[in-house]
């Protein structure tokens, strides 16, 4: 497996953020949010329910143009070469988007020819991904018969076949049993040993930000105050704290707290239909 070409990358850190901020009408959902993610880094923003997390990496990932401030993914400008952001980045979203009707390795294939990957290399890379992701003996296999956690990996898997630099996952866990979202957590620390990639993820889950993340962000009400790693925010909190208490120390608030490809979607959809 080889690592995203090292003379792609620009200098500076792979996300940079000064004062990004989106507004919908008189709701402000992210205010004036600056933060640096360097390269090769697990980095996790979290925060409660509605607190802006999927509209940030919705703009990191030109998805939604920023009102205001700046923003940079591998050097680029996200709105002035949003092309080239997604040329260098994965995106692994909260809603469902493999395609239950195609077979695993055809979802790969699809994703392969959406970025541009050349024909002759295809192959190559729709079986390192499959491998990765440890879905080789059920490539053939239609993915609405796959489980909930294996339908997650191959979204990992179709996210990742181009070699991002980037990969961003918006609550990578959601929906899945504890077995299935520790599968999950291991193929994400796959990606970083042996891709060399950079992970951004949104969670609301404390236990995936500790156990998962080489650093956090606390983000409340559109806002970032607190940047560390989870052992030092734990630390400053007490010698027996949680990242629970790390929240509700910080932020005053406490934070509230898988099935087959129709539970998967069902899930997913349930979630994303709380979150807004």
């Known amino acids: 497996m080889t690592a995203p070409d090292a003379d792609r990358r620009v200098g500076g850190p792979a996300i940079a953020t000064v004062a990004l901020t989106r507004r919908f009408g008189d709701l402000t959902a ?14 996790g923003l979290i925060g409660s329910n509605g607190a802006g997390k999927s509209t940030l990496i919705k703009m ?7 009102s205001s401030g700046e923003a940079r993914v591998c050097g680029f400008d996200v709105r002035r070469e949003a092309a080239e952001v997604r040329r260098h980045i994965g995106y692994v979203q909260q809603l469902l ?6 077979t695993g390795y055809e979802n790969l294939l699809l994703s392969a020819r959406l970025y541009a990957i050349p024909r002759h290399q295809r192959a190559a890379r729709i079986a390192e ?8 003996d059920a490539a053939d296999r239609l993915v609405h018969h796959y489980s909930g956690g294996m339908i997650r990996r191959l979204e990992i898997a179709q996210s990742m076949i181009h070699h991002p630099q980037v990969l961003m996952m918006d609550e ?10 520790r599968a999950v957590h291991d193929h ?12 951004f ?3 609301h ?23 560390g790693t989870p052992a030092a925010l734990k630390a400053e909190v007490g010698p027996r704290a949680t990242l629970d208490d790390v929240f509700a120390h910080f932020i005053g608030v406490e934070i509230e707290p898988g099935g087959g490809y129709r539970e998967a979607r069902r899930a997913r959809r349930s979630a994303r239909e709380r979150r807004q």
């Open 30 to 43: 992210v205010a004036d949010v600056s933060l640096t993610v360097p390269y090769e880094e697990i980095f």
């Open 60 to 66: 990191l990932t030109t998805l939604l143009p920023p």
């Open 97 to 102: 988007s493999a395609d239950g009707a195609l």
């Open 129 to 136: 991904a499959l491998e990765m992701t440890e879905l080789t």
């Open 172 to 181: 990578p866990t959601v929906g899945l049993d504890p077995m299935a979202r």
């Open 188 to 199: 994400v620390r796959k990606l970083r040993e042996s891709l060399g990639m950079t992970i």
């Open 201 to 203: 993820i949104t969670t």
């Open 205 to 227: 889950d404390m236990s995936e930000a500790d156990e998962l993340c080489d650093r956090i962000a606390l983000m409340h009400h559109g806002r970032i105050d607190i940047i």
